[in-house]
């Protein structure tokens, strides 16, 4: 199958092809998702075959308006309306309760919940309008690799096997939304993102929790996805902290001779490697948005044995970045002898 690049001109010719059951990747403020009619089990059935995907990790329902979510759900919690009016449009996808057989365990994995969101991207939001019916959308990524972020990252993974992407350039944020669990009484967040717990606490004022895996390496963790070893490059990665980047640096050259940098420029200026991947700037909005780009780039170029990646804060965005970034390095921290 020959896998079309759209534009936003082209969206009633993307909208039917959903329509008529096809796959078409579409673009976030967060990722590039792999978007198919939510109503329609066969086609989502060829989601998780085209992805590589474990069929009990269940997908999100993307929707254009919170509107859309009442077909699926009557019993919400009661800051809902509050978290919705402040962070919709935008990076957190919600988990509720859903009607019995409101939607199809392909797509839930047979939960008796499902997470919603409506993504902060007009002409997605427009294109699930013209599909007249809301989307899944895992990242657009081959299982393993790391999220997609541009147009040109799906293409590379999903080539041949999906009818056409939409293309809106490189996504803002660079990881995927926060989930928060509004199913139980308290708000739990089972995956960290841009819309932080110190956001969510500061409009809520109430406590969020965080999944218990979240705090502790050892304990499972309760959004299904956030098991499965995600964003990994066949390249090792090990996370450096600031204080450690002379000897990491050091250390690398001598045990794998070829290192490749991932940092903001404040580091990178510092060294002589084999390869760079810098973030815009030393931000750590930079980082976020340079991370799976920066990981896809110096793992395919295939010019370097090892890469050192800088280490931030684990609060705010930091928590989200530091997520996915110690994924990538299965844990792995440069430490000084
Ligand atoms: O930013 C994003 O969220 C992107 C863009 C494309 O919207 N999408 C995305 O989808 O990251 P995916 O399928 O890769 O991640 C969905 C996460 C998984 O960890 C999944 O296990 C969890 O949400 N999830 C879905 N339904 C759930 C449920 N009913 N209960 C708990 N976790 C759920
Ligand atoms: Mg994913």
Do not use: C
Not at 4 to 20: H, S
Not at 51 to 63: A, C, Q, T
Not at 93 to 122: C, E, H, Q, W, Y
Request: net charge negative; glycine share 6%.
């Amino acid at each position: 199958m020959e896998t079309k690049i759209f534009q936003a001109e082209q969206l009633d010719y993307a909208a039917k092809l959903l329509r008529d059951g096809e796959l078409v990747a579409f673009p976030t403020e967060t990722v590039y998702g792999l978007g198919a009619d939510a109503l329609l089990p066969e086609s989502v059935k060829r989601v998780f075959q085209v992805k590589g995907r474990p069929s009990d990790n269940p997908l999100i329902v993307h929707v254009a308006d919170f509107e859309m979510t009442k077909v699926f759900v009557d019993n919400y919690h009661p800051l809902t309306e509050k978290i919705i009016q402040h962070f919709w449009p935008g990076p957190l996808t919600l988990i509720f309760p859903i009607k019995k057989n409101s939607l199809s365990p392909v797509v839930t994995g047979g939960l008796s919940t499902a997470a919603f969101r409506m993504p902060d991207n007009k002409i997605t939001i427009e294109l699930i309008r013209k599909t007249a019916a809301p989307l899944v959308g895992p990242s657009a990524n081959t299982s393993g690799k790391p999220s997609p972020t541009t147009a040109a990252h799906v293409y590379h993974d999903l080539k041949g096997k999906i009818a056409g992407i939409l293309d809106d350039g490189a996504t803002q944020i660079g990881v995927e939304s926060t989930v928060l669990d509004l199913s139980g009484d308290e708000p739990v967040i089972l995956r960290p993102g841009a819309v932080t717990k110190e956001k969510l606490e500061e409009v809520l004022q109430v406590e969020v929790f965080l999944d218990k895996h979240l705090v502790k390496e050892s304990e499972s963790p309760k959004a299904p996805g956030m098991k499965y070893k995600h964003y990994a490059p066949d390249t090792p990665v090990v996370m450096v902290r600031d204080e450690d980047w002379d000897q990491a640096v050091e250390w690398a050259e001598q045990k794998y001779k070829r290192v490749a940098l991932l940092a903001g420029p404040s580091i990178t200026e510092k060294y002589q490697a084999a390869d760079y991947y810098i973030f815009a700037d030393d931000s750590i909005e930079s980082a976020t948005r340079g991370l799976y780009s920066g990981l896809r780039s110096l793992d395919e170029a295939g010019r370097s044995d090892v890469i050192l990646a800088q280490v931030f804060r684990e609060n705010e965005l930091g928590a989200a970045y530091m997520n996915r970034l110690k994924k990538a390095a299965a844990q792995k921290y440069f430490k000084k002898n």
